[in-house]
């Protein structure tokens, strides 16, 4: 039963260098999200995809890259980790959604701090 | 443009005392979806309930329960009879459907159940 996976949990990345955090979930979900939490604050969607092959961007998609080469992983990509970057990292899955009303499963985060 | 306001930063209630969490939005689309989400201590999301725009009656589980107006643009969260276990930070969410498929969140209200 594990739904959605995240690794890893913590990371501390010294800036400038890159990273990819991984998401993978076993619903057979084809909508996955990427969010981003900073203290004290609600999410804000990164990145997003509808399927295989399909990624489009979010509401702050600078700094990130994703990709999506099959229906279960959605890794994200930081290419040069920046200070502003310190956030914890959450992905979410939903079953397809064409009425926008499928709650969204998500993993436990990744806490991760640029210094 | 979409937004959503949980006013409420912290509340905190002695244990088996009723509260009410808050939530106001804004979309301009006639279709849209509300969430609740908690967030425990342990820091993953869990999804609470969906209601959708043109479904106003409100609802019931176990000690909690919703109160959606479209009138005042609310969607108010109940729990009664609070425990320690509901301490947590709960999120309003919002989700039109047109648009990308993406939650706008509240930044929360932090809720401490103390015994």
């Known amino acids: 039963n594990a739904g959605v996976t995240q690794t890893p949990k913590f990371r501390i990345l010294k800036i400038g260098q890159s990273m990819t955090l991984q998401c993978t979930q076993d619903m057979n979900h084809n909508y996955m999200y990427w969010y981003r939490q900073d203290p004290g604050m609600g999410l804000k969607l990164i990145y997003y995809?509808?399927?295989?092959?399909?990624?489009d961007k979010g509401e702050v998609p600078n700094g990130y890259n994703v990709s999506r080469s099959t229906t279960e992983d959605f890794p994200l990509r930081l290419e040069l980790a920046a200070p502003s970057q310190t956030s914890v990292y959450f992905c979410a899955s939903s079953r397809r959604d064409p009425n926008s009303n499928q709650p969204q499963h998500f993993g436990d985060g990744t806490r991760l701090s640029i210094l | 443009a979409q937004k959503v306001t949980q006013a409420q930063t912290e509340i905190s209630v002695v244990e088996k005392e009723d509260v009410t969490l808050d939530c106001v939005y804004e979309t301009r689309d006639t279709t849209y979806y509300l969430f609740w989400y908690k967030q425990p201590p342990s820091g993953e999301l869990v999804f609470l309930i969906r209601?959708?725009?043109?479904?106003?009656q409100n609802e019931i589980s176990g000690r909690y329960s919703w109160n959606f107006q479209k009138s005042t643009s609310s969607f108010n969260f109940t729990i009664t009879a609070s425990q320690v276990v509901d301490s947590a930070v709960y999120f309003c969410?919002?989700?039109?459907?047109?648009?990308?498929?993406?939650?706008?969140f509240g930044t929360g209200t932090r809720l401490t159940v103390i015994p």
């Open positions: 995809s509808v399927g295989a092959g399909i990624t």
């Open positions: 209601r959708n725009s043109f479904d106003e």
């Open positions: 969410a919002l989700r039109n459907q047109t648009g990308a498929n993406n939650l706008f």
